[in-house]
DNA sequence: GTGGTCTAGACCACT
DNA sequence: GTGGTCTAGACCACA
């Protein structure tokens, strides 16, 4: 998100409160600490997060907002499910979002974008060879955000940033066995973002996500808790 | 929306302050009353809203993840402005969304949801021999919520939520000229959605978009605010 | 400080900028990033950190509290120097409050104490070993501090610690060479307390103090600047 | 304290408001106005002395650094507790610091050095006859303070100005009956040092602050506030 | 609703 | 003009 590699500022690192709690709060629910079904309640997150509940009430805004948890009106939160439509409707919407950026990507990306997707399809490549398989999903993430933002389009940043939770969310909680295999799909993306060649960056971007559905719908695991 | 057309209790008709404060919030940046640029503090918020600071915290985290305004850490809200390139960028979203919804809804529409579609054509179609352009206004989007409706796609609707305040917000402040010429287009995909023809559909939606699109960007009104 | 290793929350961790502010710019004073005698002006400080004046001003009173700068009335905050005079002055003052805590922590010490005090001694060894100079730095402060901890004097605490910020500085600006050497008088201190031997405890920190003045006197760079 | 007499400009005689607002403040916790355990608001403080809040801020950092409140974070600050671990502690570091000063007074004091503290016994004396028991109180300290100032330790100086203000508080909040006694030690050391005797003045000094703290832990008076 | 925290801007004294 | 000082106002978090 920082390619210049800068020196930020306390100022600029400072974050508030609620900001943390937001991150802290996805990240238990995309790593299924909180389970799917689970109830949350407002003092339970503040005592969890050792902090009072006006910052929490704020996160929770922020996290239904993004699909992660429904708010029952005087019920409270309660995590979002997984089941098989919601992960089909997904990766429909995802392959729409996804092919746009390719396209885009491929007509505007500079020698400069393209060493940073290369850069990163090297790191990942590295940390499949270590095992370490958190970082490589997060670097998943990272490729599919780095698309998005030499695509240029902002709005395209905004809707994917839950978008690419929710995916993430879906290989948490289902199976890691694709990781192998999606970078090499990634590789073939670049290469036609390089090229300049929008149809065939739309056409790599397709298939890769069509794939990518297709492990998630055939290696999901069934867990909706409570 | 709600079909059942059931009685609804007093319970379940209660609404939060919270949703309330959102809504208004959001009408009023979407009919220019607070304008591109403007700084909403918080103060002034609660008092033109008659509530406590706290509901008007919770509003803008969700009016933020929507993309109408912007917060910066320790400085408050401000109004997102409407350039050029995020019109473009809006309308390029929306091609996506709305020609799967499209392709979607000509797979699974029933002779009801079809019968619902056009008498909001109807409705429209009334609405403007009665130069009732507000109605007009809500009516086209009730329509293009109706279809994605009708995709089934849940993803899809919650994602377009904020895109079709944002479009609604293009054309509220740039020019509505365009809302006759719009509905034959609207029509027209009825028809393709009707007749069960995916293909057609998902054209006819590009053609909708892209004429929209053209409509937005030249007819379209400087007024970025301080 | 927190020897339980128990899991810390949001709420716990989150620090004020003000806090931040403050020990970056004892940090970039003990390290000679800004050097002795250099004129410290609010909004330099303010621009380097990417904050307000305030917040700023705030972290000054307490360098200043700490003799890390001199304020002068409407002219604003100068480095201080470290002369000859400073450095034995404070010796003689740290040769006081240490005799006291290893006397006090011998009289109290438990097990746990000297095990704790033990492991700061092999990370330490290990550290030299490695040649991280820094992580044997302040594993030194680390080693004293937790001394004067297991005293459970209060008031020594709080007086030290601005202390051994200034310790730390007389060997940054001045040499590094004593490290090994004064390690030995630790381990020898260590098993003073933990044969709960007030009166050799005493006299092991006050050989401790003394080398480490002797060193530091002779070992010392002259670099004031402007 | 000037010893130069010379006439003070106008600027020179300006004290900023923070530095009164701080003097004022520690004041008022030294006499127990503010008393221990007391909620210190800084809106409260403000009205308190007609100022804004800034300065309470920067004088609130000060007496946190001296010891004489805690602050919370989001919380706010509290008065500090003397309760006898405190006070015990107190006099632990106060007889290290006050035995070094003594000794080093006696290495150093010139005629007109051993002049000055005489004529601070004398002034001690007359109000004590004149039971100006405020002004006897305050001559304490200003006796101590000179013995340091003699021993030319800079550091003792600044690490010691914190300290008498809460000796000075111990007194104020405990017992005042032991002022007559201790001036008859106050001359014995005065003794030693213009005999430039060092030992003797280390030993008067620590039998000084023995006795001292004798009293103030037996004299005191439990007055923890909620 | 109260209170801590930070920012912006105005004042004013020394260059 | 530069820079320390203070005030006003607003965000953020707690109860």
Excluded: C
Aim: charged share 30%.
């Amino acid at each position: 998100m920082d390619p210049t590699g800068e020196v930020r500022t306390i100022g600029a690192d400072h974050v508030a409160l609620r900001e943390q709690v937001l991150e802290e709060l996805r990240r238990r629910i995309v790593d299924g600490d909180y389970a799917q079904g689970e109830r949350l309640t407002e003092t339970r997150l503040a005592d969890d997060f050792g902090v009072s509940r006006n910052p929490v009430r704020e996160a929770l805004r922020v996290v239904e907002a993004e699909g992660f948890v429904h708010i029952l009106p005087r019920r409270g939160a309660v995590v979002a499910t997984l089941d098989e439509t919601a992960v089909r409707d997904l990766f429909a919407v995802r392959e729409q979002l996804e092919t746009l950026a390719a396209g885009l990507a491929a007509e505007r990306a500079t020698q400069k974008d393209v060493d940073r997707l290369r850069r990163l399809l090297e790191d990942a490549s590295a940390a499949t060879d270590a095992k370490d398989f958190d970082r490589v999903a997060e670097l998943n993430s990272a490729f599919h955000r780095a698309v998005i933002d030499v695509s240029g389009n902002r709005w395209l940043l905004s809707m994917s940033a839950a978008m690419y939770h929710h995916v993430h969310w879906v290989f948490r909680v289902g199976a890691a066995q694709r990781a192998p295999h999606s970078w090499e799909e990634h590789i073939r993306l670049v290469d036609t973002i390089a090229a300049g060649d929008r149809e065939a960056a739309t056409t790599a971007a397709r298939l890769h996500v069509e794939a990518a559905a297709q492990a998630a719908l055939n290696g999901r695991v069934q867990r909706p808790t409570a």
